[in-house]
Protein backbone atom coordinates (compact mmCIF):
# COMPACT_ATOMS: atom_id res chain seq x y z
CA UNK A 1 0.00 0.00 0.00
CA UNK A 2 1.99 3.09 -1.20
CA UNK A 3 -0.90 5.82 -0.88
CA UNK A 4 -2.33 8.05 1.46
CA UNK A 5 -5.66 8.70 2.21
CA UNK A 6 -8.06 11.38 3.66
CA UNK A 7 -11.43 11.97 4.63
CA UNK A 8 -13.76 13.25 4.16
CA UNK A 9 -13.28 14.42 0.69
CA UNK A 10 -15.40 17.44 0.40
CA UNK A 11 -16.37 19.11 4.14
CA UNK A 12 -18.51 22.53 4.65
CA UNK A 13 -19.03 24.02 7.65
CA UNK A 14 -20.47 26.95 9.96
CA UNK A 15 -18.22 28.79 11.83
CA UNK A 16 -19.30 27.69 14.97
CA UNK A 17 -18.99 24.06 13.93
CA UNK A 18 -16.44 21.45 15.29
CA UNK A 19 -14.98 19.35 12.21
CA UNK A 20 -12.33 16.72 12.42
CA UNK A 21 -10.12 15.75 9.32
CA UNK A 22 -8.44 12.41 8.81
CA UNK A 23 -6.04 11.22 6.78
CA UNK A 24 -4.13 7.28 7.16
CA UNK A 25 -0.85 5.72 5.95
CA UNK A 26 -0.19 2.56 5.76
CA UNK A 27 3.81 2.47 4.06
CA UNK A 28 5.47 2.23 7.95
CA UNK A 29 6.48 6.33 7.97
CA UNK A 30 6.82 7.65 10.92
CA UNK A 31 6.98 11.18 9.91
CA UNK A 32 3.22 12.69 8.51
CA UNK A 33 2.37 15.96 7.87
CA UNK A 34 -0.38 19.04 7.95
CA UNK A 35 -0.45 20.95 4.69
CA UNK A 36 -2.99 24.12 3.67
CA UNK A 37 -3.19 25.05 0.41
CA UNK A 38 -4.63 28.02 -1.52
CA UNK A 39 -5.81 28.61 -4.85
CA UNK A 40 -2.79 28.81 -7.17
CA UNK A 41 -0.53 28.76 -4.54
CA UNK A 42 2.06 26.20 -3.22
CA UNK A 43 1.46 24.20 0.13
CA UNK A 44 1.66 25.72 3.20
CA UNK A 45 3.12 23.59 6.40
CA UNK A 46 1.37 23.47 9.11
CA UNK A 47 2.34 21.02 11.21
CA UNK A 48 4.35 18.13 11.39
CA UNK A 49 4.32 15.20 13.36
CA UNK A 50 7.30 12.87 14.52
CA UNK A 51 7.52 9.24 15.61
CA UNK A 52 3.13 10.83 17.15
CA UNK A 53 5.06 13.55 18.45
CA UNK A 54 4.48 17.14 17.61
CA UNK A 55 7.75 18.52 16.60
CA UNK A 56 6.48 21.38 14.13
CA UNK A 57 4.06 23.86 14.93
CA UNK A 58 4.08 26.62 11.92
CA UNK A 59 1.88 29.19 14.36
CA UNK A 60 -1.15 27.98 13.17
CA UNK A 61 -3.98 29.68 15.00
CA UNK A 62 -5.79 27.55 17.81
CA UNK A 63 -8.87 26.85 15.74
CA UNK A 64 -6.46 24.25 14.74
CA UNK A 65 -5.90 21.39 16.57
CA UNK A 66 -4.24 18.22 15.56
CA UNK A 67 -3.86 14.67 16.89
CA UNK A 68 -1.90 12.06 15.82
CA UNK A 69 -3.06 8.50 17.82
CA UNK A 70 -0.61 5.94 16.44
CA UNK A 71 1.77 5.64 13.44
CA UNK A 72 -0.92 5.57 10.47
CA UNK A 73 -3.75 8.24 12.07
CA UNK A 74 -3.37 11.98 11.85
CA UNK A 75 -6.17 14.41 12.60
CA UNK A 76 -6.63 17.42 12.49
CA UNK A 77 -9.80 19.09 14.37
CA UNK A 78 -11.39 22.12 13.42
CA UNK A 79 -13.35 24.86 15.23
CA UNK A 80 -14.70 28.02 15.35
CA UNK A 81 -12.75 28.38 11.85
CA UNK A 82 -12.98 31.45 9.77
CA UNK A 83 -14.03 31.82 5.99
CA UNK A 84 -10.76 33.06 5.40
CA UNK A 85 -9.82 28.89 6.42
CA UNK A 86 -11.65 27.58 3.26
CA UNK A 87 -8.50 25.67 1.34
CA UNK A 88 -7.45 22.46 0.19
CA UNK A 89 -5.71 21.01 3.42
CA UNK A 90 -3.34 18.13 2.08
CA UNK A 91 -1.86 15.61 4.88
CA UNK A 92 1.85 13.86 3.74
CA UNK A 93 4.13 11.07 5.42
CA UNK A 94 7.36 10.24 4.75
CA UNK A 95 9.76 8.00 5.93
CA UNK A 96 12.07 9.04 8.85
CA UNK A 97 15.44 7.89 7.72
CA UNK A 98 18.95 6.96 9.81
CA UNK A 99 20.05 10.08 11.76
CA UNK A 100 16.84 11.57 11.32
CA UNK A 101 16.89 11.93 7.57
CA UNK A 102 13.42 12.65 5.89
CA UNK A 103 12.88 11.30 2.84
CA UNK A 104 10.66 12.54 -0.15
CA UNK A 105 6.86 12.88 1.60
CA UNK A 106 3.68 11.29 0.04
CA UNK A 107 0.81 13.57 -0.30
CA UNK A 108 -2.86 12.05 -0.03
CA UNK A 109 -5.71 13.91 -2.48
CA UNK A 110 -6.73 16.53 0.03
CA UNK A 111 -9.49 17.32 2.15
CA UNK A 112 -11.92 20.62 -0.32
CA UNK A 113 -12.79 22.79 3.12
CA UNK A 114 -15.52 25.08 3.04
CA UNK A 115 -16.27 27.43 5.84
CA UNK A 116 -19.45 29.43 5.62
CA UNK B 1 12.09 35.73 2.67
CA UNK B 2 11.59 33.26 -0.08
CA UNK B 3 13.69 30.46 -0.15
CA UNK B 4 13.01 28.97 -3.29
CA UNK B 5 11.66 31.43 -6.69
CA UNK B 6 10.39 29.41 -9.34
CA UNK B 7 9.49 30.33 -12.92
CA UNK B 8 7.77 30.97 -15.39
CA UNK B 9 4.63 31.21 -13.66
CA UNK B 10 3.13 29.92 -16.22
CA UNK B 11 4.06 28.03 -19.95
CA UNK B 12 2.84 27.71 -23.00
CA UNK B 13 4.58 24.57 -24.99
CA UNK B 14 3.01 22.77 -27.70
CA UNK B 15 2.77 18.87 -28.19
CA UNK B 16 6.07 17.38 -28.58
CA UNK B 17 7.80 21.13 -27.51
CA UNK B 18 10.54 20.78 -24.72
CA UNK B 19 8.97 22.49 -21.30
CA UNK B 20 11.43 24.26 -18.89
CA UNK B 21 10.58 25.11 -15.42
CA UNK B 22 13.31 26.90 -13.16
CA UNK B 23 14.21 27.37 -9.68
CA UNK B 24 16.36 28.96 -7.26
CA UNK B 25 17.61 28.61 -3.49
CA UNK B 26 19.58 30.75 -1.65
CA UNK B 27 20.55 28.19 1.03
CA UNK B 28 23.51 26.39 0.72
CA UNK B 29 22.65 23.91 3.52
CA UNK B 30 19.75 22.58 1.33
CA UNK B 31 20.48 19.09 -0.20
CA UNK B 32 17.27 17.77 -1.59
CA UNK B 33 15.24 18.90 -4.40
CA UNK B 34 12.23 17.32 -5.51
CA UNK B 35 9.67 18.56 -8.31
CA UNK B 36 5.93 17.65 -7.47
CA UNK B 37 3.52 17.55 -10.09
CA UNK B 38 -0.07 18.87 -9.38
CA UNK B 39 -3.00 18.54 -11.25
CA UNK B 40 -6.76 20.10 -10.13
CA UNK B 41 -8.22 19.03 -7.30
CA UNK B 42 -5.56 16.64 -6.54
CA UNK B 43 -2.54 16.32 -4.15
CA UNK B 44 0.65 17.04 -5.21
CA UNK B 45 2.81 13.87 -6.55
CA UNK B 46 6.45 13.33 -6.09
CA UNK B 47 7.88 13.29 -10.07
CA UNK B 48 11.52 13.04 -9.52
CA UNK B 49 14.03 14.23 -7.04
CA UNK B 50 18.14 15.15 -7.44
CA UNK B 51 20.49 15.80 -4.57
CA UNK B 52 23.32 17.59 -5.06
CA UNK B 53 26.04 15.53 -5.49
CA UNK B 54 25.02 14.83 -9.44
CA UNK B 55 24.73 17.38 -11.92
CA UNK B 56 21.56 15.53 -13.57
CA UNK B 57 18.67 13.12 -13.00
CA UNK B 58 16.38 11.46 -15.79
CA UNK B 59 13.68 9.45 -15.45
CA UNK B 60 11.73 8.92 -18.58
CA UNK B 61 10.89 12.42 -19.82
CA UNK B 62 11.67 14.14 -17.27
CA UNK B 63 15.15 15.68 -16.64
CA UNK B 64 16.32 17.14 -13.65
CA UNK B 65 19.24 19.76 -14.08
CA UNK B 66 21.15 21.14 -11.13
CA UNK B 67 23.93 24.00 -10.56
CA UNK B 68 25.50 23.67 -7.30
CA UNK B 69 27.09 26.36 -7.83
CA UNK B 70 24.66 29.25 -9.59
CA UNK B 71 22.50 27.28 -6.55
CA UNK B 72 19.73 26.77 -9.44
CA UNK B 73 17.95 23.92 -10.43
CA UNK B 74 15.21 22.73 -13.55
CA UNK B 75 13.13 20.59 -14.91
CA UNK B 76 12.72 19.45 -18.39
CA UNK B 77 9.85 17.71 -20.28
CA UNK B 78 10.96 16.40 -23.01
CA UNK B 79 8.28 15.69 -26.09
CA UNK B 80 6.09 17.41 -23.83
CA UNK B 81 2.30 15.57 -24.25
CA UNK B 82 -1.17 17.50 -22.90
CA UNK B 83 -1.49 14.86 -19.82
CA UNK B 84 1.48 16.41 -18.32
CA UNK B 85 -0.41 19.73 -18.20
CA UNK B 86 -0.53 20.47 -14.46
CA UNK B 87 1.02 22.83 -11.99
CA UNK B 88 4.46 21.69 -11.26
CA UNK B 89 6.03 22.69 -7.99
CA UNK B 90 9.91 22.69 -6.85
CA UNK B 91 10.81 22.36 -3.28
CA UNK B 92 14.13 22.05 -1.33
CA UNK B 93 15.35 20.55 1.94
CA UNK B 94 18.05 20.31 4.21
CA UNK B 95 19.19 17.25 5.55
CA UNK B 96 17.60 15.69 8.59
CA UNK B 97 15.03 18.45 8.78
CA UNK B 98 11.30 17.90 7.52
CA UNK B 99 10.42 20.86 6.41
CA UNK B 100 10.45 21.85 2.30
CA UNK B 101 10.85 25.55 0.87
CA UNK B 102 8.41 25.11 -1.93
CA UNK B 103 8.56 27.33 -5.21
CA UNK B 104 5.71 29.34 -6.57
CA UNK B 105 4.71 27.28 -8.29
CA UNK B 106 4.27 27.07 -12.79
CA UNK B 107 0.54 25.91 -14.45
CA UNK B 108 2.12 24.10 -17.80
CA UNK B 109 -0.44 24.13 -20.49
CA UNK B 110 0.54 21.63 -22.84
CA UNK B 111 -1.19 22.48 -26.14
CA UNK B 112 -2.14 19.78 -28.66
Known amino acids: DTEVTQTPKHLVMGMTNKKSLKCEQHMGHRAMYWYKQKAKKPPELMFVYSYEKLSINESVPSRFSPECPNSSLLNLHLHALQPEDSALYLCASSQVGRGGSYNEQFFGPGTRLTVL | QQQVKQSPQSLIVQKGGISIINCAYE??????FPWYQQFPGKGPALLIA?????SEKKEGRFTISFNKSAKQFSLHIMDSQPGDSATYFCAASKYNFNKFYFGSGTKLNVKP
Open chain 2, 27 to 32: NTAFDY
Open chain 2, 50 to 54: IRPDV
